[in-house]
């Protein structure tokens, strides 16, 4: 009964962890370009905390659904765009400010598995349900936030890095690099899953997550 008990904790606590992840992972991209002038997310009310604005049943419900009971190492998944005019906020701030939309939503994650790492010592010893409920959600929300950012910042479209860099090659005038990205942005998604359906390319892109974790866990 223990087992079954600790195992429904288990994933109520990761898929806490998960929505808090991704939906705020979103809400900051919105955040920024509404800081920035662009208030497409704030009029379509996608700011909102409601997690029912931000559910993608793929990549909110189902993927993490299978990673979680195939027992992959680490949960992943995506909530539903939240829209940006990112033309606005090149108006307003430039491409400057363009990245750092882009790159709002991997600080989220970096700073939540920060804070998360920091106080997660003092219950590493939980004596309640609660107590073991708190802890993993903890420890979930460290990997899984970690795991979002380094993802993230993979250079391939349609991902915030791949984004940020192409924003970047606009301010260093890189043109050849804009080529490229138009090129091989439709097949963006397809080339993301050949490289998590491959072990070895995989983990040598998802090695940033240790470095990360020895870093920032105390």
């Not at 005019?85 to 701030?93: D, P």
């Not at 903890?138 to 990997?143: D, G, Y």
């Not at 804009?178 to 050949?194: D, H, R, S, T």
């Amino acid at each position: 009964m223990m087992i079954n008990n600790i195992e429904i904790i288990r994933i109520i606590a990761s898929v806490f962890a998960l929505a808090i992840a991704i939906i705020g992972h979103e809400i900051m991209h919105g955040w920024v370009a509404y800081k920035y002038g662009d208030d497409t997310a704030k009029l379509q009310g996608r700011l909102s905390i409601n997690p029912i604005k931000h559910i993608d049943p793929v990549g909110t419900i189902l993927l993490p659904a299978i990673l979680y009971f195939t027992h992959a190492p680490f949960l992943f998944g995506w909530a539903k765009p939240v829209p940006v005019n990112i033309a606005t906020v090149i108006r307003n701030k430039g491409y400057g400010g363009a990245i750092a939309v882009a790159l709002a939503g991997i600080t989220y994650n970096l700073i939540l598995a920060t804070f998360f790492a920091t106080i997660l010592p003092p219950f590493t010893h939980p004596q309640s349900m609660f107590g073991a409920f708190f802890t993993l959600f903890l420890a979930q929300s460290i990997m899984i936030n970690v795991v979002l950012a380094v993802f993230n910042l993979w250079p391939i479209p349609p991902l915030d890095g791949s984004q940020a860099l192409l924003y970047l090659s606009q301010i260093m005038g890189w043109r050849k690099f804009g080529e490229i990205y138009g090129k091989i942005y439709p097949y963006g998604m397809v080339i993301l899953f050949a490289i998590l359906f491959v072990p070895q390319l995989s983990d040598i892109l998802f090695a940033p997550v240790g470095w990360i974790l020895n870093l920032i866990i105390p």
